[in-house]
């Protein structure tokens, strides 16, 4: 079965940091890749996603992941955090099947 | 269009009773889930349907009962409450796209649920 990780539970940034976190999955075979963002509050939304080509993908809020397939990675980064960014983050992976598998999520908290 | 609905937005139950959670989507997806959510877990697949009559479970099935008889509406039931059973509940759905379904879900706003 497929399984998803997440590196970090709790990520503490000042604004204007810049923000990395990691997310990684078990399945070898091809995937589609997911970034949802749960606002406090909100239900989830997609913040971006990669199916194929350039493994740079671009996302709303200045968002962007890379995908690396060697590490089986999909790490999602923004330059510089603002406060509005609190949220928690969930990674999600769907093996082309009817179903998606989400990893726990990491709760992004930043600093005025 | 107002997305996808949910009833309650919170609930309280004592352990031993039922409900039913109702979620409901206005966009004739004929894909529908729903996930709970618990804290340091992610999203956990509960039961999903690809059209109306048509059910199958997810990873976390036990306890849930699904049933689809309109494209609209897909209530989860829970028959007998237990604690770990509190969570949040999200319904989601997603739109065909020729012989599959989109990659992309919409989500409902969520339902917390407390049995104590």
């Known amino acids: 079965a497929q399984s998803v990780s997440q590196h970090n539970h709790h990520v503490i940034l000042s604004e204007a940091a810049s923000l990395e976190l990691g997310c990684n999955y078990s399945y070898g075979g091809t995937v589609n890749l997911f970034w949802y963002v749960q606002y406090p509050g909100q239900h989830l939304q997609l913040l971006l996603k990669y199916f194929s080509g350039d493994p740079l993908v671009k996302g709303i809020k200045g968002f962007e992941a890379e995908f690396i397939k060697s590490k089986f990675s999909f790490n999602l980064r923004k330059p510089s955090v603002q406060w509005s960014d609190t949220a928690e983050y969930f990674c999600?992976?769907?093996?082309?099947?009817?179903?998606?598998?989400f990893g726990p999520g990491t709760r992004l908290s930043v600093l005025p | 269009n107002a997305g996808v609905t949910q009833t309650p937005k919170f609930q309280v139950l004592k352990t031993g009773q039922s409900m039913t959670l109702q979620c409901a989507q206005d966009m004739n997806h004929e894909y529908m889930s729903w996930y709970r959510q618990d804290p340091g877990m992610g999203l956990r697949l509960i039961h999903y349907s690809v059209g109306a009559g048509i059910t199958d479970q997810g990873e976390v099935p036990n306890g849930y009962n699904v049933s689809r008889s309109t494209t609209e509406d897909f209530p989860l039931r829970l028959l007998s409450a237990a604690p770990s059973q509190t969570s949040v509940y999200f319904c989601?759905?997603?739109?065909?796209?020729?012989?599959?379904?989109?990659?992309?879900?919409?989500f409902g706003p969520g339902t917390r649920l407390t049995v104590t």
């Open positions: 989601a759905s997603r739109p065909r796209e020729g012989s599959y379904f989109s990659y992309e879900q919409y």
């Open positions: 999600a992976v769907n093996d082309y099947g009817q179903n998606f598998v």
